[in-house]
Structure formats: structure tokens, C-alpha cells
């Protein structure tokens, strides 16, 4: 597996991203992740976005995370927090996903990043095992979902 650092707006990413809003609109209904994201959100040293190839040079996975400080959504000062983890259908369950998560606490640890943060929701029960299975445990809601029911957040110290 390739992983490499590409623009938000690169147009793999894009693929992938309408991939998972898709996904995201089948669990939820609701059109998918209305999180204001921007391409500059993710420009190092302030973040990071990837996108995992197979062999064939195919976009299968993609995951990022952003700079996120105190803020009135909940964050505080040296949060990372993931974005847009995504793996295609044919390529689940290899491990490709605590890869990809793997890679993202590596380079905000870097960053001087200090917690690694995410949401979730209740609808995406293997995303909730793989981030608890890595260490994640619940912490106080934030960002754009944070007074939705379904919302789940979780934090690692990095």
C-alpha cells in the first residue's frame, strides 16, 4: 500500500470524499458530513491528508486531520482532529483503516499536536470499534454535530 499526501481538492480525494458522503447520506439520510472543510485545512504543518493506493495505483483509502484549538465548538488547544476516514468496500477488513489512523496520530504527534479527536456517529458501529480498539475513549462533544443524538466523540492523548 502506497500512502501519500495529497491536496484536499486533488481530484482523487474528491472521488473518495463523494464516496463516503454517499455513505454517509445511506446511514444517516441526511446528505451527508456538513462540516465546513476547506483544502487549506489540511496544508501542513496545520494538517495532513491522505490517500492510500493499491498496487494497481487505485485511490482505496483516504483519512486526514486538521489543527483545531480552543474554540466554541468544544476543542482545546492542540487538538488534531481526523477527518474523512474512508476505506472502499473492497478493501475492508485488511487493517488498512488502523493503517491509515496510525498514520495521521504519527504525523500530528509530529506536528506538536498533543490529543487526537474525532466524531463519529451511532450509525457507524465499526468506526466507533476501530477507534476504541486503538485507544480512543469518549470525550465531550464538539465541532458541527456536537448537539446531534447520534453524535459520538472521541479523544487519545497523543
Not at 474523512?84 to 504519527?106: F, K, N, P, T
Not at 465541532?143 to 472521541?154: A, D, I
Request: overall charge negative; glycine content about 12%.
Amino acid at each position: 500500500m502506497d500512502f501519500r499526501r495529497v491536496p484536499f481538492d486533488h481530484p482523487d480525494a474528491v472521488k473518495l470524499n463523494d464516496q463516503v458522503q454517499a455513505e454517509y447520506h445511506l446511514r444517516y439520510g441526511d446528505g451527508g458530513d456538513a462540516t465546513p472543510l476547506g483544502p487549506s485545512d489540511f496544508d501542513p504543518p496545520n494538517g495532513i491528508y491522505l490517500i492510500a493506493y493499491d498496487e494497481d495505483g487505485t485511490p482505496v483509502a483516504t483519512g486526514g486531520w486538521r489543527c483545531q484549538d480552543t474554540n466554541g465548538e468544544g476543542n482545546l488547544d492542540g487538538d488534531a482532529e481526523v477527518k474523512r476516514m474512508y476505506v472502499i468496500d473492497a478493501m475492508r477488513g485488511r487493517g488498512l483503516a488502523r493503517r491509515m489512523l496510525a498514520a495521521l496520530e504519527e504525523d500530528a504527534r509530529a506536528a506538536g499536536r498533543r490529543r487526537m479527536v474525532l466524531e463519529t456517529g451511532t450509525e457507524q458501529p465499526e468506526a466507533i470499534a476501530l477507534y476504541t480498539s486503538s485507544g480512543y475513549e469518549p470525550c465531550g462533544k464538539f465541532g458541527y454535530y456536537r448537539h446531534f443524538e447520534s453524535s459520538r466523540c472521541f479523544a487519545k492523548e497523543l
